[in-house]
């Protein structure tokens, strides 16, 4: 089975301009979480999607969003990039019942200059 | 409401030598734990898995783990490090909402 895919895995924006990342799931699997991860403040929970709805949300401001599309891929967006936003976004694939594990993409490293 | 402690932000080993990097959760309910690896510039690696079936797991790469209900404990140890195993390691506990330690990272001298 093919892994977690996220494109791009480099990005370099300007503050106040707006991201869109993507990420497709492992074959078969409905659920997909994002994750901010940033040397000061660990692995943050964004947000996760299971069949087209957002099940659970973190402590994000709504500049962040995101979407799941039939297909299960996923869309996340952030707006009005700001400096600290700069991080490795995380996307994260599983069943999505119970308490399965998580399989993880590589990543895609933001940087806002 | 659920939560995971890792005691040590960094451990220090030398190679050929046995590894613990301790874990610690909060849980209303039996939680199902996992130990995760990160190497640089890479995504999260599922290592091992518990879901109550035995308290000790084992996963890959040699390393295994125990859940200790009485301790609130899971502790990921590996008798013998390797040079390849310097990473950072993550202790989660899962639900529909994972949550994640802060991390330990792993040295390993030669």
């Known amino acids: 089975k093919a892994g977690v895919t996220q494109t791009p895995r480099y990005l370099i924006k300007t503050r106040g301009q707006q991201v869109t990342l993507s990420c497709s799931p492992i074959?078969?699997?409905?659920?997909v979480s994002w994750y901010q991860q940033t040397p000061g403040q660990g692995l943050q929970f964004l947000f996760e999607?299971?069949?087209?709805?957002?099940?659970n949300k973190g402590n994000f401001p709504g500049r962040f969003s995101g979407r799941q599309f039939s297909n299960s891929r996923s869309e996340m967006n952030v707006s009005t990039l700001e400096l600290g936003d700069s991080a490795l976004y995380l996307c994260a694939s599983s069943s999505g019942t119970g308490y399965s594990e998580q399989y993880f993409g590589p990543g895609t490293r933001l940087t806002v200059t | 409401a659920q939560s995971v402690t890792q005691l040590d932000s960094h451990v220090s080993v030398s190679e050929g030598t046995p590894v613990l990097l301790r874990c610690n959760y909060s849980s209303s309910y039996s939680p199902s734990l996992f130990w995760y690896v990160q190497h640089p510039n890479k995504g999260l690696q599922l290592l091992l898995k518990y879901t109550s079936a035995a308290t000790l797991v084992k996963g890959i790469n040699g390393f295994e783990a125990e859940f200790k209900k009485s301790e609130t404990s899971f502790h990921l140890t590996k008798p013998s490090a390797h040079m390849s195993d310097a990473a950072e390691y993550f202790c989660?506990?899962?639900?529909?909402?994972?949550?994640f330690g802060a991390g330990t990272r792993l040295f390993v001298k030669a």
């Open positions: 989660a506990s899962g639900g529909f909402k994972t949550i």
């Open positions: 074959s078969g699997h409905r659920s």
């Open positions: 999607y299971f069949s087209e709805t957002q099940r």
